[in-house]
Every structure is written in C-alpha cells, then in structure tokens.
C-alpha cells in the first residue's frame, strides 16, 4: 500500500530541488507518480520550485480529474509511458537546458542522441534514447508516438522540446532525469573533441550487473 501523503510531499520536495537547480524555470516541467487507483500528477501552470502537497492533481485509475487543481496539459505524456510501461511508477518532463539543446540538435542518431559516455548514463538509462519528432505542444497526435517510443526505452527526447523520463520510483525517475541532463551536459562540451566511449562490450557488462 503507498503512503499518499508521503508520495505528496515527495513531490514537492524533489520538484523543489529540480527547480532550484535549475532543471526547470517558470511553469515548465511536470512530475507524477502513480498510485494504487490513479495519478499524483503536478498541475497546470504550476512552478516546480513552490509546489502545494495539498493542491497536486488527483487522477483516478481512468485518468479523471478528480481532486486538487487542474493537471498539467502535458498528462497524455506521462499516460504513454505508463500505458507502454508496466514497470514505470514514476515519470518525469523537464525541459532542462542540456537535454533539450540535445533534442534540438539536426544530425543525432535518433535512437541513441547521447552516446555511452559515463557508465551511469547506461545505468539509469539504458541504451535506447529514442527521439520523438516535433508536435506542438497539446498536439494529440503527441501521445501515440511517445508510448511506441516508450515502448523500447526509459526515456525519450520530445525534438526541440525536452526529455520525458520514467522509474521504477519517484526517486528512480528523478534520479534518472538528472543523469541524462548532465550526460547531455558532458555530450554537449565534448563536441568536436576525440572521446573514448564506452566499448559495446562495457555497455553489455553494465547492462548484465544492473539490467
Ligand atoms: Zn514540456
């Protein structure tokens, strides 16, 4: 049985570190957590650093709005991941700097943008970072493409938007969040330069010990 009021106040405490950081500015970005019969998700046009424990969106198990204030317009995303992911119990949308200059740039490989730098990066997130073409925000057309992509991935980058990440926890996705904007970080500053990546080999060690 999950504690609901403890899973409340660790969104907020997490949001708020996220924010203070940096991770998120404004109203960007959302945080939700799934529950025994429904959604914890942050609302609308809410900031992540100042969040209520008491006014977070309650979603019951059909995805209805059913207490707190309005959910974020982006809760179709976190849908698809939970709908594509039956492990996923937490999922995050940021729209930090790092990851999303990744998701803006034009020749990436769109199913592995960021390459197996840092042994972490492989860990939290896997091997496949699929990068979901351009919608407008809202688009519903959105939802669809994010959970096929999701379907093969912890993590996706929405091009020109930002990344959507999910856990096996709260702590798991936000953790996981956290390591792909600094490996986008990592990525981004050793561009042009002659890196050692990881070896296939090394990428299929560390997914046999932490799969
Ligand atoms: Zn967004």
């Known amino acids: 049985m999950k504690d609901e009021t ?4 660790a969104v907020c405490t997490l949001a708020a570190s ?15 957590v799934r529950l025994e019969d429904g959604v914890l998700i942050t609302p609308t046009n809410s900031c992540l650093g100042r969040l209520d424990p008491a006014r977070l969106s309650r979603l019951d198990a059909a995805w209805r709005h059913i207490g707190g204030d309005a ?10 991941f939970y709908q594509a992911r039956a ?10 700097t790092w990851a999303t200059a990744v998701a803006c740039l034009e020749e990436v490989d769109a199913r592995a943008p960021i390459p197996p730098l840092t042994p972490y990066f492989v860990m939290r997130i896997g091997e496949t970072l699929p ?19 999701a379907r093969t991935a912890r993590a996706v980058l929405l091009a020109n938007h930002g990344p959507v990440v999910s856990g096996a926890s ?8 956290e390591e792909l904007e600094e490996a986008a970080k990592l990525f981004m500053l ?3 330069e002659r890196v050692r990546r990881l070896t296939s080999a090394q990428v299929a060690d560390l997914g046999r010990r932490f799969g």
Do not use: C
């Not at 940096?22 to 959302?30: E, L, T, Y």
């Not at 979901?132 to 669809?144: H, K, L, T």
């Not at 709260?170 to 969040?177: E, G, I, K, M, Q």
């Open 6 to 9: 403890a899973l409340r106040e």
């Open 18 to 32: 996220l924010f203070a950081r940096g991770f998120s500015v404004g109203s960007a970005g959302n945080i939700s």
């Open 71 to 80: 959910p974020s317009k982006e809760v179709f995303m976190h849908r698809a």
């Open 87 to 96: 492990e996923a119990q937490a999922v995050v949308h940021l729209h930090s």
């Open 131 to 149: 990068v979901v073409r351009y919608f407008r925000p809202g688009d519903p057309a959105m939802e669809p493409a994010i959970a096929a992509a």
């Open 170 to 177: 709260l702590t798991d996705a936000v953790y996981a969040a």
């Open 190 to 192: 050793l561009r042009g």
